[in-house]
């Protein structure tokens, strides 16, 4: 059953990670919508194959596959690291760079480190980088499953070198404790810290999530009238 109501639009957002959740939530300050995870629904859903070769492509499959499943209007993103270094890698395979199982943290710790192992001496004026995310927005009470609308935010940085990491025999822990993922190897020179250094507010207002969320807000706002 979908779980929006006449005063209350519930939006539901493709993910269970609680960090995604959280900072959507903290860019979007809005009564009159409530955005809710996967986590809340009376069942669980599989989750899709994202085989698609871009951001957008896997944002508009996963907001059409949760927005049927469920019947409730859905947000869905696909977000990365870029590295130019590296032609565009690791993309669209940031989540499983290193190829390896386990637990979130153990996982992200591996990807940063086989990511400093691919970029080996690279100097720092080669090692920018960006984050991305491609956003989707489908409405699963519509025959349409066509997106809404799709948009694209990014945070401009490069990637740490492992001398410039606090412990350099662990280089993947970078500096920083305030993020997930590749953020803390993510150097932003304007702010001269890492993305895991920053404070939440100041993450949220140059993060590529927070991009991505403020340019898709002006197509949620009309159905929260």
């Not at 508009?60 to 977000?79: E, P, Q, T």
């Not at 970029?119 to 080669?126: A, S, V």
């Not at 609308?149 to 350099?168: F, K, N, P, Y």
């Not at 991505?212 to 929260?224: D, E, G, L, S």
Request: aromatic share 6%; hydrophobic share 35%; proline share 6%.
């Amino acid at each position: 059953m979908p779980l929006w109501s006449s005063s209350i639009m519930q939006i539901l957002i493709a993910t269970s990670n609680p960090h995604k959740l959280d900072e959507i939530r903290a860019v979007i300050h809005d009564p009159t919508v409530e955005f809710v995870s996967l986590d809340v629904l009376p069942e669980k859903i599989d989750e899709p194959a994202e085989d698609q070769d871009t951001f957008e492509g896997n944002a508009v499959l996963k907001a059409r596959y949760y927005a049927k499943a469920s019947g409730m209007l859905c947000l869905a993103d696909d977000s990365g690291l870029e590295v130019d270094a590296l032609n565009g890698e690791p993309g669209i395979r940031s989540a499983r760079y290193s190829n390896t199982d386990g637990p979130r943290a153990e996982r992200d710790a591996a990807n940063s480190l086989a990511l400093l192992k691919n970029l080996g001496d690279t100097p720092i004026d080669k090692r920018t980088a960006r984050f991305v995310c491609a956003m989707a927005l489908v409405d699963g009470r519509q025959d349409s499953d066509e997106p809404l609308a799709t948009v694209r935010g990014t945070l401009e940085g490069r990637i740490l070198t492992i001398e410039e990491a606090d412990d350099s025999a662990r280089p993947e822990h970078g500096r920083g404790s305030n993020g997930f993922g590749y953020d803390p190897i993510v150097f932003v020179p304007d702010l001269n810290k890492t993305v895991a250094q920053l404070t939440a507010d100041e993450k949220n207002g140059i993060s590529h999530r927070g991009d991505a969320v403020r340019k898709m807000w002006p197509h949620i706002k009309p159905f929260t009238a």
